[in-house]
DNA sequence: AATTGTAGCAACCGCGAAGTT
DNA sequence: AAACTTCGCGGTTGCTACAAT
């Protein structure tokens, strides 16, 4: 999370070729995105650009929404309980990670895979199996979903249990 | 004290899924 | 029904701060 403000100097390109800003996002950048989805709700990323004023592309908008204005996002420090979670439902899932999001709420998905790869990836080889990467992997997403909630509930049970021990 | 290495995180990209017209 | 647009995911990069030498 830095120390606050980090946005100082940018030093990545700052402007593209189709007229889209990139890198590090300003706090006036974050007003407008705010303002934006007060006004308008989540969604309709593409149109930020035109209803406020924003020189950002929707993809851009969309994540700096869900991954650091959202107002119900927990931010801080991932605690220990939280940690076991991510633990257990990465050794049942894998890579999953926005799967294993909707188990923590207030927590996103690049935080989660941020957090496991800084703290684990380096110690695991991928404990398991890591032969499901690729397609396999984008495949089995669809069914993944839908077995979800059950799964979901299982497993974040397992993992609270496993906290709780 | 200055330089090089590492950690951690925000944000980017490509690509496929989902939605729209 | 097909073409086109938007969304969402997972992998990766680029940058800053901090540690080590």
């Avoid at 403000?5 to 390109?13: C, D, S, T, V, Y």
């Avoid at 220990?80 to 633990?87: D, T």
């Avoid at 439902?89 to 998905?109: K, V």
């Amino acid at each position: 999370m830095y120390c606050g403000r980090m946005a100082a100097h940018m030093g990545w390109g700052i402007i593209e070729e189709e007229g889209w800003r990139k890198g590090p996002w300003t706090s006036e950048e974050d007003r407008l995105l705010i303002e934006y989805v007060r006004l308008h709700g989540e969604g309709r990323w593409n149109s930020v650009a035109r209803l406020a004023g924003l020189k950002r592309n929707g993809k851009s908008c969309r994540l700096r929404w869900v991954n650091y204005l959202r107002p119900d996002l927990k931010r801080g420090q991932i605690t220990p309980h939280e940690e076991s979670i991510i633990l257990e439902l990465h050794a049942r899932w894998g890579n999953r990670w926005s799967t294993i999001a909707r188990s923590l709420p207030g927590r996103t998905d690049n935080e989660i895979k941020n957090y496991w790869r800084t703290h684990f990836k380096k110690k695991a080889k991928v404990p398991s199996d890591a032969s499901d990467k690729g397609q396999n992997t984008r495949l089995l997403r669809r069914a993944t979903i839908s077995s979800s909630p059950a799964a979901t509930t299982t497993a974040t049970a397992a993992a609270t249990t496993i906290a709780a021990d």
